[in-house]
């Protein structure tokens, strides 16, 4: 009875320690990873060089917006959910409908005779004299009631109303400025271009300093994690002699004072996975070239500022 367990976690770890898991282990790992600002979730445009899909974000810092509240609970910016109210007049009645009971109970009934119409009269005589004054106080009432009450409700109204086009409502009732499209100049493909050859570079030192001079520290921390899988499996990955084979803009935005660019880049690199013990190659080949296909997304702070990698996405 215990042959078949045995075999059965003999081979989950043999699966454990042969399936490539970091077959691809390239800066990235061959997942996509990273941030996109407000289009993270959202998948760029296809190009020419990459026209089909790219593969949604596996590893992000970025939260999806949350789902609107349910039920009766307030949304950001929305006055409360008003509670029915009954009319003055309709209390009134009501009084007067349950003073009039009462005079008729006290009284022996509609038909017991003259006092006990007597009664009732001046129950009902008593209860529109109450009602009368609570109705005076009432409206002396709303005509004193500070002005920041009616301020307080218009800025209710205010924030009910629809965003702008392109904008974003906050729980404060202001806007977010919308994002915008930008130019990308002959510098920054180059930029993006030396970024590729400079990230493979300092992956292949295990140059973390090196990383975080042309990467976020998003990516920085992803490269971290993929380095430390590696260890694990006793392993290193080194690329080589990258070479940029063609590539083309997606899509550059500007939002929340950085600019972003998402490109398209086909490639073609020396990749392979060493054993740290022996230096025998596990996956990959030290001859052969390989070639990919990724979206690298880069922002910077301003035009003057070093774009940085902040997100690769594999195409699908």
């Known amino acids: 009875m215990r042959r078949p367990g045995l075999l059965v976690t003999a081979f989950a770890a043999l699966v454990m320690v042969l399936v490539p898991v970091l077959a691809d282990a390239k800066p990235g790992g061959g997942s996509s990873s990273g941030s996109r600002g407000s289009r993270t979730y959202s998948a760029p445009a296809p190009t020419q060089t990459a026209p089909n899909s790219a593969r949604p974000m596996e590893r992000t810092a970025t939260q999806p917006s949350g789902p609107q509240q349910a039920g009766g609970a307030a949304r950001p910016g929305m006055p409360p959910q008003a509670q029915p ?17 009462i005079g008729m109970f006290l009284g022996g009934g509609l038909l017991g005779g003259a006092g006990g119409f007597a009664a009732m009269l001046g ?24 002005a920041s009450a009616m301020a307080g409700a218009s800025g209710y109204a205010r924030q009910m109303e629809p965003a702008p086009m392109g904008g974003a409502a906050t729980a404060g009732g202001a806007y977010t400025a919308p994002a915008r499209d930008i130019q990308v100049t002959p510098q920054d493909y180059q930029a993006f271009e030396q970024s590729l050859i400079e990230v493979n570079a300092a992956w292949s030192r295990r140059d973390l300093k090196g990383l975080r001079e042309f990467a976020t520290p998003e990516m920085v921390g992803y490269f971290a994690n993929d380095y430390r899988d590696l260890d694990a499996r006793g392993w290193r990955n080194e690329t080589r002699d990258v070479k940029l084979e063609g590539g083309d803009l997606s899509e550059a935005w500007h939002e929340d004072g950085q600019d972003y660019a998402t490109v398209a880049m086909r490639f073609s690199l020396l990749d392979a996975t060493f054993e740290q ?11 052969e070239r390989q070639s990919s296909t990724e979206l690298w997304t880069f922002v910077r702070s301003g035009p003057e500022e070093r774009w940085l990698l902040s997100a690769i996405q594999q195409t699908a």
């Open 85 to 101: 109210q009954r009319s003055f007049m309709g209390a009134l009645a009501g009084g007067l409908l349950m003073g009039g009971l």
């Open 277 to 287: 013990a022996s230096g025998k190659v596990v996956e990959g080949s030290t001859t």
């Open 123 to 146: 129950m009902l005589l008593q209860v529109a004299l109450i009602g009368g004054l609570i109705w005076f106080a009432f409206r002396l009432f709303r005509r004193r009631q500070p």
